[in-house]
């Protein structure tokens, strides 16, 4: 073990001195935001702007009831969005507490143990196992030492360290043999002592941090697109509405009819549904989402799911298990191959080489593959119980550069005699300590590159005896015996291979990148489905390549190992250049900044670091790979589901509106009051939310190519179907009006008609845009629950309206004589049901949008 007592470190006022100068070993904090700022900021959207106009308008119409609902809304949505401005803004805090652990330093020629954030440069270091690193550091001395540097890398096995001797060149974190240790990762072995280089920001994990906090998050296009076509609606309403009033004054003299009749215009044409319906879709799309394991930070990735093209997936942890399993023993030329975890079924020839593996392992271990072979002894619990009964820890030669294998030397305790001696490594090292023949030395090799060649890490096994008091000083002086080799493999989670599929049935393409070795990327994509992995490109690869010239391999490679951290966002980044939409998986400090930068950045709930869940999009809580189709298969449901809704709520609002001011343009009494547009958005505003957002999907939504982002929800083609439904609503409606006022009926039985025949067109354009794959039949009976209780709610309403004289009072309306109820239901039905001929001719057009 090193020894400390060697070192004086710096003195205490040479720390201080640093600290002052240099700073806290700690990533800055990003300027938060003055609460008043943030609110202010919030409350400047257009569309919340236009929430706030609307129930001021209410509220001067009397609409109290309408008024408190805008208002509730707007201060729900406000809150909402100032906790998640507040939620993000913990992504560096996050960050810094990572690289801030405590830490055993070196002052004045004493031990201390510090807080991470007072390390200052210069600093010597007690590492021990089990230890989180505060600093990046240059390593004096060592004794056995592995690392995990996983959060850095990606790569889930722990790498070997070895002294600094003289002046070497700056490296990046992985590979073996590097003098230098960085902060935030794990010593999973050994010990060292070490002299502090960086700290802070000047860190490797520091430098991720700063890309994470340079990187912008843009507006999502739908949220660009809902808030243009508001305030073009909103611009639209106010200069009718003032039209209207000049005219109808100019006309009448009376102002405050005239008033009256722009304000219910203007109630008619704003569209303060569209702000709502958004809020409530994604609230609900995020609730829905959740139940299938996966948790919704930012809800405009729910829009943007279902227009994923490219899904970049780490390895480590999100394909794989993240841990290390026997897979194969090879004694000689047998070998056995372990199937679902049945130990017991292992041969009892295999018995000696599992446990020399484990005698050459640490009684605690902290590396995976000790582990491992731990439980597998454990799991043949006689054999276990006898290597702990039996054997004495003794002495441990550990690796060094020269000899990469670590030997321990045991008494036994039962029969005394010799020591039995275990070592086991690299099968190139091991084969060296045992003198092996060429021909048997060749034939060992060859079946290692084998074994590496299906995904497997190999450590070589052997056994020695001595004398307890003779014990050389170095492990090669063993005279050794070749027993066998074990591989152990990361294997693929069981859904990972399915959900690949599914995933290339929705038209996306899965990319691996890890900053393993490429062949076990290979095999894993291999064995999980991914296809084209005969090509890859490595982290080197990656760093030679022009951004041009990357983007247009990035088109044809799939597998990407070896990979730094920047890297991972040059990818992303490339992808994003060549026009696609990228969806990326990760857990590490390491995916943070190419998560944030993804269009959907989705993290693991289970295995993942604080800091990929907030720079993330999305958070796998399961870690389950196939929750991530789901998710897609969700995210284009409500999508489409929004799109219908928004269809809807422009085509409703044409006869509503055409009605306010079509009888003022051709001298009839004004038909719709505001008491009549209120019940219509109390209709209106569950139908364009629950009622839409809870139908079902189409059941080939997963055997689609992904939706173009670019596909505006409210293009021209879009807005036109809705208009043309909604003009043929409106022509009905007003042929059916004129026509019940010029042929006798009083103005009350005539409004009767008219608006009794809105209410029913209503309830048949929301059936009838529910689908474009349905009939309005097939739609109706569809199972949409909530679509009957709208219905019969409205249906219910207008009865009361009709027959309870206060109401009738209220609303000028008379009871319909039975003969008017079926001509009205037959005109509703004529209204809309003209419109199924049109959704059979552009179906098949319509499917690529949901």
């Known amino acids: 073990m090193p020894n400390p007592k060697t070192y004086t470190g710096l003195t205490t006022e040479e720390a201080t001195r640093l600290l002052r100068t240099e700073g806290y070993n700690e990533l800055p904090s990003q300027k938060k935001q003055n609460g008043l700022m943030t609110f202010l900021k919030v409350l400047s959207e257009p569309m919340l702007l236009l929430l706030i106009a609307s129930g001021t308008i209410y509220l001067f119409m009397g609409s109290l009831g309408d008024a408190i609902m805008l208002l509730i809304a707007v201060f729900v949505v406000v809150i909402i969005t100032v906790y998640q401005e507040h939620k993000t803004e913990k992504t560096l805090e996050a960050l810094r507490d990572l690289s801030s652990p405590r830490a055993l330093v070196i002052r004045d020629g004493v031990q201390k143990r510090i807080a991470g954030r007072e390390v200052v440069r210069g600093d010597i270091m007690i590492l021990r196992e089990g230890d989180r690193v505060p600093a990046d550091a240059s390593i004096l001395e060592t004794n056995n030492l592995l690392v995990d540097e996983s959060l850095l890398t990606g ?21 073996e043999d590097l003098p230098f240790v960085y902060s935030g990762t794990l010593i999973v072995s050994g010990h060292a002592v070490a002299r502090v280089d960086k700290t802070g920001v000047h860190t490797e994990i520091g430098k991720i941090g700063k890309s994470l906090g340079s990187i912008t998050t843009e507006q999502t296009l739908l949220h660009k697109e809902t808030s243009r076509v508001v305030r073009t609606i909103a611009v639209i309403a106010v200069v009718l509405c003032i039209v209207v009033v000049v005219l109808s004054t100019l006309a009448t003299g009376n102002l405050l009819e005239s008033f009256l009749s722009g304000l219910t215009l203007a109630m008619a044409l704003l ?180 074994m590496s060649s299906t995904g497997l890490r190999v450590l070589a096994v052997a056994q020695a005896t001595c004398d307890a008091e003779a014990l050389p000083e170095h492990q090669q002086e063993f005279t050794y015996t070749y027993i066998g080799l074990v591989g152990f493999i990361d294997p693929p989670r069981e859904t990972a291979p399915r ?175 505001p008491a009549h547009i209120a019940f219509l958005e109390l209709i209106i505003d569950p139908a364009c939310s629950t009622v839409f957002e809870s139908q079902r999907g189409a059941r080939d939504l997963m055997r689609r190519k992904p939706r173009d982002l670019n596909h505006s929800m409210f293009s021209l083609r879009a807005v036109t179907l809705s208009v043309i439904q909604g003009l043929g609503v409106l022509v009905v409606t007003f042929i059916t009006y004129h026509y019940a006022i010029t042929s006798g009926r009083s103005e009350e039985l005539a409004r009767s008609f008219v608006f009794s025949l809105l209410v029913l067109s209503n309830l048949m354009l929301i059936v009838t845009n529910l689908s474009w794959e349905r009939s309005v039949v097939s739609s109706f009976f569809s199972g949409n629950k909530t679509l009957y209780v709208v219905t019969t709610a409205a249906l219910v309403c207008l009865g009361v309206v009709f027959y309870v004289p206060f109401f009738a009072e209220l609303f000028h309306v008379v009871a319909l004589p039975v003969i008017d109820i079926f001509l009205v239901v037959g005109i509703a039905v004529v209204s809309v049901v003209w419109f199924e001929l049109v959704k059979l001719y552009l179906h098949p057009h319509m499917r690529e949008h949901y």
């Open 155 to 175: 790569e889930s096995v722990a790498v070997r360290k070895t002294v600094l001797s003289g002046e070497v060149e700056e490296v990046r974190p992985g590979g």
């Open 271 to 450: 569209p303060e549904e569209f702000p709502v319906v958004l809020a409530i879709f994604l609230t609900l799309g995020a609730w829905r989402i959740s139940k299938r394991h996966v948790l919704t930070r930012r809800s405009a990735a729910i829009e943007t799911l279902g227009a994923a093209t490219v899904l970049c997936t780490d390895k480590t942890g999100t394909l794989t298990h993240n841990s290390m399993r026997l897979s194969r023993l090879y004694l000689g030329n047998a070998s056995y191959e372990i199937r679902n975890d049945a130990l017991a079924e292992i041969p009892e020839e295999y018995q000696q080489l599992l446990s020399y593996s484990v005698l050459a392992s640490q009684k605690e271990p902290y590396d995976a593959m000790e582990k491992e072979l731990r439980r597998v002894c454990e799991g043949r619990s006689e054999h276990h119980e006898h290597l702990v009964d039996r054997f004495k820890f003794v002495k441990e030669y550990p690796i060094t550069p020269e000899c990469l294998a670590v030997t321990r030397v045991w008494s036994d305790s039962e029969h005394g005699g010799p020591c039995t001696v275990a070592v086991k490594g690299a099968p190139e090292a091991v084969a060296n300590l045992c003198h092996l023949p060429d021909e048997e030395r060749r034939v060992i090799l060859e079946t290692v590159e084998h």
């Open 499 to 673: 959900a690949v599929e599914e995933a290339y049935g929705a038209g996306m393409r899965v990319i691996m990148i890890t900053g393993d070795y490429p062949g076990t990327a290979q095999y894993i994509g291999q064995q999980i489905g991914i296809r084209d992995t005969e090509s890859y490109l490595t982290g080197e690869d990656l760093a030679n390549l022009p951004p041009a010239e990357l983007q247009e391999r990035i088109k044809t490679v799939n597998i990407f190992a070896r990979v730094l951290p920047e890297q991972k966002l040059l990818i992303v980044n490339a992808l994003k250049a060549n026009g696609d939409i990228v969806a990326m998986t990760g857990d590490g400090v390491n995916d943070a900044p190419a998560l944030k930068a993804a269009h959907i950045g989705i993290a693991m709930g289970e295995r993942g670091t604080d800091v990929a869940r907030e720079a993330s999009a999305l958070i796998l809580l399961d870690d389950d790979f196939s929750s991530i189709v789901a998710a897609v298969r969700l995210g284009r449901r409500i999508y489409g589901n929004l799109k219908r809704s928004m269809g809807y709520i422009i085509a409703i609002h044409v006869p509503i509106a055409g009605m306010s001011v079509l009888p003022l343009v051709f001298g009839l009494p004004a038909v719709l009051l």
